[in-house]
């Protein structure tokens, strides 16, 4: 069967492609190894001329929370390489329409999928829960990342700093001035939970709306940004941090990092 799919506006087409440009990036990072990570933004502002009736688009079934009615959201597909994302958005990705019940979501764009039927991303549930916990926070963040990157994932192993949120902040913040002030909230600490799962959905919101990153215990980081690119930058700077707090460690000592008083004195550069 043939869906019908929206025209999308040049903006929005534009939003898609900084998310296209940042996942080559990540790619070059190995950030997204093989499915690995996945990228939403809330186009529900953008999308202001939507079809009378979605009885001839594609209907997936799921369980979404009540408040995410009517939420429209650009989001990769489950199993699909974001690294394919340049040649092929509208093989990798979608833009989704939840339904009035939450019951499940229309496929407005995207999502062509030859060998079989496209699904949003297994970590849908936690995009679509941190979107709706950004929408009455003051930031107006509307794109979420997740992805794996390697130096704090290596980190969250760490027998101590990987159990204990205060001493895994003040290991990435101290190692250079920049990270204290562009991560400025901070990394919460989500011990490991089954992904995508709810509990690691609703644990991750809770956590996004008091820290800039968020980073899943031996597995990966998440963040939100007012575009992909900013979301990018705050996982890149908290990842610089323990990337940096590594090398010391594997060059045989134990960084001694700027002390409080230094770090105070540079979050009054503000
Ligand atoms: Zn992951």
Redesign the pocket.
């Known amino acids: 069967m043939q869906w019908e799919q929206v025209r999308l506006l040049d903006s929005v087409l534009e939003e898609i492609e900084k998310v296209c440009t940042v996942a080559a990036t990540l790619w070059q990072r190995r950030w997204i190894e093989r499915n690995?990570?996945?990228i939403s933004l809330n186009l529900t502002a953008k999308l202001t001329e939507l079809p009378e009736s979605y009885d001839s688009f594609r209907y997936l079934p799921g369980d979404f929370p009540a408040g995410a009615a009517g939420m429209v959201l650009f989001v990769t597909g489950s199993g699909k390489r974001l690294r394919d994302l340049s040649g092929s958005v509208e093989g990798v990705a979608c833009v989704a329409r939840i339904d009035e019940g939450g019951n499940g979501c229309h496929i407005l764009w995207g999502g062509h999928n030859e060998e079989g039927a496209f699904q949003p991303s297994s970590?849908f549930i936690a995009h679509v829960m941190i979107h709706l916990m950004k929408k009455t926070a003051t930031d107006k963040h509307r794109a979420v990342l997740?992805?794996?990157p390697q130096e704090l994932i290596a980190l969250s192993h760490h027998p101590v700093i990987g159990r204990d949120e205060r001493k895994l902040n003040h290991a990435c913040w101290s190692m250079l001035p920049e990270i204290r002030l562009f991560v400025p909230r901070g990394i919460g600490l989500v011990p490991f939970m089954l992904?995508g799962s709810k509990d690691l959905a609703t644990a991750t919101a809770r956590q996004l709306s008091l820290r800039d990153v968020v980073l899943?215990s031996k597995?990966?980081a998440v963040a939100t940004g007012k575009d992909i690119g900013e979301a990018f930058d705050y996982i890149d700077v908290a990842n610089k941090g323990a990337e940096i707090y590594l090398q010391c460690l594997s060059s045989g000592f134990v960084p001694e990092g700027m002390s409080d008083r230094e770090m105070n004195g540079v979050m009054r550069l503000l």
């Open positions: 690995g990570g996945n970590e997740h992805v794996h992904p899943w597995h990966g």
